[in-house]
């Protein structure tokens, strides 16, 4: 591990800061430290536009006097005393809360597992120059690519601690390695743009610069040229690169904190069909390199694999402690502690794959688009309704018959989940990742 980070120092801040808030008069708080470093290069045009680098602390303490809870934040904590006392006197004119808490002591993670996620390797920003400038060069070497809109480089490292008055602390650090580029293509009003982007915890495992760059600038060649196309019912194909976008839609819904507050269209789901037998979404917080993944959770539970849907059958929501109480049930230990406390959130999750190609999937259906970029935030979580701007590929008799842009997709979230059926080209690339996903019968407005 770099030794930027001192991970025994921040575990023995954060404890200090514990017995502290305890001692001006909390009778229960955790602390959180996180201490990050990134460093990033820019290009465009073959010259390297901007380098940056920043670091950064910050503590964030949370104090419970009996039901009532505060949380402050600093950058340091050479005022410590000050934090805590503020923090305290803030609880104890807040409205009284009886679903927060600490977890139960019994439940906190004794033990946790090395999921090799800091990277030895660091970079410097003559590497990171060098490749952003591949990428680009890659990019702009794709015929019919008229310029570059920039291509960046960046690495990140990032330590975690959490300590808690019922007796927990614990930490891990995590780096962070990413690739990216957009590229234009056409002139004047016909111009497209498109991207490609990569990330990784360890640079063995980051595509190659020239790939993104290529891939990005082989992407917007093909949206040159766009029609319009009527107005109807159309099977839909989401590509791989936005589908992550209807997992991330049925995550939301079934989010805790949602629920916990009636604003999602699932809250009265569990145990029921809520996605097309072919759906299937596990959630693993213990990938080894995984972009996700966290030895324990926000809260200083050990997590656990769930599988939240399958075969389309709901069985569990995304829980922190605060929300699980409001529920009835305890948490699964899917919290996420952040400056202002925990919310519940997902850590690995995909839907898996299924067992047919795309080629196959538009074959199957003969005549639909292939959606590859959705635009604006049209959807209702409360009634599941959707609605947004699209740009993709109108195919015909199975092939791909020209580009499409300034059309909208529109359906109710219920029923695409239900008619949802994925392809066979999963591929890890984020926390959350989906195959393509073809949904029938959306309605598609043009012209």
């Not at 000050?82 to 004794?110: I, N, T, W, Y």
């Not at 970029?373 to 609605?387: C, L, P």
Request: glycine share 12%; with cysteine.
């Amino acid at each position: 591990m770099p030794e930027s980070i001192n991970m025994a120092g921040l575990e023995a801040d954060a404890a200090s800061l514990v017995e502290t808030a305890l001692k001006a008069g909390a009778d229960a708080c955790d602390v959180v430290v996180a201490r990050g470093q990134s460093l990033g290069a820019e290009v465009r045009d073959g010259q390297i536009e901007n380098t940056g680098r920043s670091e950064a602390d910050d503590f964030s303490l949370r104090v419970f006097v009996g039901k009532k809870v505060a949380t402050v934040s600093a950058n340091n904590i050479a005022g410590r005393v000050e934090l805590a006392e503020r923090a305290v006197a803030m609880a104890k004119v807040s409205p009284e809360d009886p679903f927060q808490g600490l977890a139960p002591a019994e439940k906190l993670a004794k033990s946790w597992p090395d999921l090799d996620l800091c990277d030895t390797a660091t970079a410097d920003a003559a590497m990171l120059g060098d490749t952003a400038l591949a990428c680009e060069a890659a990019g702009l070497a794709v015929p019919g690519v008229s310029k570059s809109m920039g291509a960046r480089a960046g690495w990140g490292l990032s330590g975690f601690v959490l300590a808690t008055s019922t007796g927990f602390t614990g930490s891990y650090a995590v780096s962070r390695f990413s690739t990216s580029a957009a590229m234009v293509a056409g002139e004047g009003t016909g111009m497209e743009r498109d991207y490609d982007f990569h990330s990784a915890v360890h640079l063995e495992d980051l595509k190659d610069p020239a790939e993104i760059g290529r891939v990005a600038g082989e992407r917007v060649v093909r949206r040159l040229n766009p029609r319009q196309v009527k107005s109807g019912a159309v099977p839909v194909i989401f590509d791989r690169r936005i589908s992550t976008g209807m997992l991330g839609a049925l995550m939301s819904a079934i989010n805790g904190a949602s629920v916990a507050r009636k604003t999602s269209f699932l809250r009265d789901s569990m145990g029921k069909q809520v996605a097309n037998a072919a759906i299937t979404i596990p959630d693993d917080p213990l990938r080894p390199r995984g972009l996700g993944s966290r030895p324990f959770d926000g809260e200083g539970m050990a997590p656990a694999p769930i599988t939240f849907v399958e075969a389309g059958v709901l069985y569990d929501w995304v829980l922190d402690w605060a929300n699980a109480r409001e529920l009835g049930i305890e948490s699964n230990a899917r919290a996420a502690r952040g400056g202002g406390g925990t919310s519940p959130s997902p850590t690995n999750c995909h839907i898996a794959a299924g067992g047919t190609s795309v080629a196959d999937m538009m074959a199957g259906v003969g005549t639909g688009l292939l959606l590859t970029e959705t635009i604006g935030h049209g959807v209702n979580m409360v009634t599941g309704d959707y609605s947004k701007g699209a740009a993709g590929y109108w195919f015909e008799n199975g092939e791909i018959a020209y580009p499409v842009s300034e059309i909208t997709i529109a359906g109710n979230l219920k029923d695409m989940f239900l008619s949802m059926t994925p392809a066979d080209d999963l591929e890890f690339r984020g926390s959350a990742n989906a195959p393509s996903l073809l949904i029938e019968g959306m309605t598609i407005g043009g012209k």
